[in-house]
């Protein structure tokens, strides 16, 4: 598969902003994807961003995209408990086939 | 949006035996799944794609007669690690994609299992 690569840890104090980066190998990525995870249980899409779009904002959410240095971040405002997860970032290039997914951050917000 | 079932949610088996995953498209029919698989603080590994009606395409390096894929309709298919051993304890996931925009993956909730 591609190379999707994700730091493994962040911590941030409830409240803060968190910004979790991703970046991507693959030039002719056409979809790019942020999942949730949480303890033991499946993924839940948050958010896409097409390849040809350089920011998406969503309530608390906003993607940024460079497509030139092949680099996505998530970034979630006033970040709450209820946020600890691990994040994955996710690329493709077809529609709705094979996903090839970041390594994943885990986000422990602080109280 | 969609909904996607695993059963069991959770397993513990002898060495030896072998486990039967089902996953379940509740909202739309799909001719294709996906199977993953997830160790602890890691990726999703992506096992195999299911195709309804025809044989699993698996990926390099995932053994096709331990773990059998079977799409038995357009709303399941069946995951069956064949006599399991422990290294097989993982967390095994499936997911549908969607044919439409925005083409994401609805996943389900995922199989703890465990063998002993």
């Not at chain 1, 709705?96 to 970041?102: D, L, P």
């Amino acid at each position: 598969g591609e190379d999707v690569e994700q730091s493994l840890f962040l911590s941030v104090r409830e409240g803060d902003s968190s910004v979790i980066n991703c970046t991507y190998t693959d030039s002719s990525s056409t979809y790019l994807y942020w999942y949730k995870q949480e303890p033991g249980a499946g993924l839940q899409l948050l958010t896409y961003i097409f390849s040809n779009m350089d920011m998406k904002q969503d309530q608390r959410l906003t993607v940024l995209l460079n497509k030139k240095d092949k680099h996505l971040s998530l970034r979630i405002a006033d970040t709450q408990t209820g946020d600890s997860a691990i994040y994955f970032c996710a690329e493709s290039r077809d529609t709705g086939n094979q996903f090839y997914f970041g390594t994943g951050t885990s986000l422990t917000v602080i109280p | 949006g969609a909904v996607v079932s695993q059963h069991p949610s959770r397993v513990i088996c002898k060495s030896g035996t072998s486990v039967k995953i089902e996953c379940r498209s509740l909202d739309f029919q799909a001719t294709t799944m996906f199977w993953y698989r997830q160790f602890p603080k890691q990726s999703l590994m992506l096992m195999a794609t299911s195709n309804e009606g025809s044989k699993a395409t698996y990926e390099q390096g995932v053994e096709k007669d331990k773990f059998l894929i079977n799409h038995a309709s357009l709303t399941l298919s069946t995951l069956t690690v064949t006599s399991a051993h422990p290294e097989d304890s993982s967390f095994y996931i499936c997911s549908v994609p969607k044919r439409a925009f925005p083409y994401e993956q609805y996943f389900g909730p995922g199989t703890r299992l465990t063998v002993t």
